[in-house]
């Protein structure tokens, strides 16, 4: 009886790993939400050159969300907006002087079906007279690599004091 318990149950635990491997993990700095600050207007930085379509996708997304707090883009706002969006291998390979033939950092241990990126944004809004920062928080989740539109949502909330 045990045996034949162990073998139906293993299909499911199976299913359930496989499930935990694809959730997005979000990592995220401790920040203020951008709604406390005195002045809710902005104007966006210029994007690097040449700017891909994840960048841009990331940008509106975030335009969008401080729309949603009452923000507004003005050409004589008090704060420039600034929006990075990349991504990286989860695993590096790197060489130290006591290895020189390089080390694997394995990055996230577990089961994973795809090669694994890191995807990060940061947000910060910087006051245009003073150069001070006011608010700034990056956030990064971990996916199969190809996943940037598809994170681009939920690490836009959670960089602008979503929980």
Do not use: N, W
């Amino acid at each position: 009886m045990g045996a034949g318990v162990r073998i139906e149950i293993l299909p499911v635990v199976i299913v359930l790993v496989s499930l935990g491997a694809c959730a997005p993990a979000i990592d995220r700095g401790i920040a203020l939400a951008p709604a406390s600050l005195p002045d809710r207007t902005y104007v966006m930085a210029e994007a690097p050159q040449p700017t891909d379509a994840s960048l841009l996708e990331a940008r509106q997304a975030v335009a969008k969300a401080l729309a949603d707090q009452g923000f507004r883009e003005a050409s004589d706002a008090r704060y420039r907006l600034d929006v990075g969006y990349a991504a990286a291998p989860v695993a590096l390979r790197y060489s130290t002087a006591d290895e020189p033939a390089g080390r694997r950092d394995p990055g996230l241990a577990g089961i994973a079906f795809c090669r694994r990126q890191r995807y990060v944004l940061s947000v910060a809004l910087i006051e245009r007279k003073s150069g001070r920062v006011a608010y700034r928080d990056s956030v990064s989740g971990r996916r199969c690599a190809g996943a940037a539109a598809r994170l681009v949502e939920p690490l836009t909330h959670a960089a602008l004091g979503g929980r």
